[in-house]
């Protein structure tokens, strides 16, 4: 968990003690006096006696005052310092829940290709893809691919993710985007790239993306697109087909996603929060501040997720971490969990205009966990 900034309390100096500095007045005094009367040419005169005294009250009060002039100097220095301390928190929190918007996108599965396959996937009225025997092991894969060589698959994979792309997507024109995140095997990309400039002649993609990694990219696209223009754009996407292999608990599975981020859309989120257990962070308190970043009190009705040892803890603190597992309609999915479990909470954002909250692995962290809410929504 990424932590707020902190900063050492500011020394401040002591109030003058008001007793001390009295005994030290009545002691200046005495001495002042007595030697003041103990001059030879003081004999007969109280005069000198008296300035004795006068440059004892003088030395002392002089001292009094620079000593409370310290003091109210240390009190002003330590209340603008704790100003600049509140601002930079203040900016640290403004950068930490700084939102983006999904445009538009798209998510392939076993179980579905648009969303309202996914809408049904949610609301349970779709039952799980059937599994396929492949090498000896159950696998699950999208029935509009029928070649078997895994690699061969996931370039299938980036050009479908184009066509279906090009065919559910309303706008004709599509604007080139100022970055490019892909998960995913260089392959993959070459395959999407080379789709891409068929579907969308005036759109060069480079020929290297950023890789995705999770909640560090999503920290980049935020930052990235708070300086951006209205109309600018970040792609992110991926693809992924696992291979079948003899002795794992679950089957194996295929994906792929691809969303356009930017200033407007159906949806809003944040970078996220992370848990490590490395770090030692604390799964409750992680959790506790999804929710204070996106200035929420309550956890969401709804959260995404694939099944986790240890998240049973949260049903507790009210987040529903049961309804919607995805583990019996994608199988075993690699690095695209994230993917995949946000597109879902974008798309039930979007449809029920409520916030949903997705919880994924994350390549730098134990987890990752987030929430998607509705253009505009503040609860």
């Known amino acids: 968990m990424r932590s707020v900034p902190d900063y050492p309390a500011y020394k401040t100096a002591r109030p003058p003690g008001t007793a001390r500095w009295l005994l030290a007045t009545s002691l200046l005094i005495l001495f002042g006096g ?4 103990l001059l030879p040419s003081a004999e007969g005169k109280s005069s000198l006696v008296a300035a004795g005294i006068l440059v004892a009250l003088l030395l002392s009060g002089t001292g009094w005052l620079v000593r409370f002039l310290y003091y109210r100097v240390s009190m002003h220095n330590a209340a603008f310092y704790y100003q600049l301390v ?4 203040q900016q640290w929190w403004a950068a930490h829940r ?12 076993p179980a579905g290709t648009r969303s309202v396959d996914w809408l049904r996937v949610l609301n349970r009225e779709q039952r799980p893809p059937g599994e396929k025997k492949e090498g000896g092991s ?20 980036a050009e479908l993710l184009v066509i279906e792309w090009q065919k559910q997507r309303s706008e004709k024109i599509l604007t080139p985007p100022r970055r490019c995140y892909w998960l995913g095997a260089d392959i993959t990309w070459q395959a999407f790239r080379a789709q891409m400039a068929i579907a969308f002649p005036d759109t060069v993609l480079p020929a290297r993306p950023e890789p995705w990694q999770g909640e560090a990219s999503l920290t980049e696209i935020a930052g990235e697109l708070a300086g951006a223009k209205p109309d600018d754009t970040i792609l992110i996407g991926g693809c992924q087909v696992i291979a079948a292999q003899s002795g794992t608990e679950r089957p194996v599975g295929e994906s792929a996603a691809l ?18 257990q490395e770090q030692g962070d604390l799964l409750l308190t992680v959790f506790a501040r999804a929710l204070e970043q996106n200035e929420m009190q309550d956890p969401p009705e709804a959260c995404t997720l694939f099944s986790r040892p240890g998240l049973e803890v949260l049903a507790g603190t009210g987040w529903d971490v049961s309804q919607h597992l995805q583990d019996a309609n994608w199988g075993e999915v690699g690095d695209m969990e994230t993917l995949i479990v946000l597109s879902l909470a974008a798309i039930y954002a979007a449809h029920h205009q409520q916030p949903c909250g997705w919880i994924a692995r994350d390549p730098m962290n134990t987890l990752a966990t987030g929430i998607v809410k509705p253009d505009g929504q503040r609860q």
């Open 98 to 109: 700084q939102p983006f918007w999904l445009k538009e996108g798209l998510l392939l599965g």
């Open 34 to 37: 007595g030697a003041g009367g």
């Open 138 to 157: 159950s696998v699950f894969r999208l029935p509009q691919i029928s070649v078997m060589d895994p690699t061969a698959r996931e370039r299938r994979l």
């Open 259 to 276: 969303w356009l981020a930017g200033l407007n859309g159906p949806v809003q989120l944040t970078r996220g929060e992370t848990f490590s």
């Open 86 to 89: 509140a601002y930079e928190q």
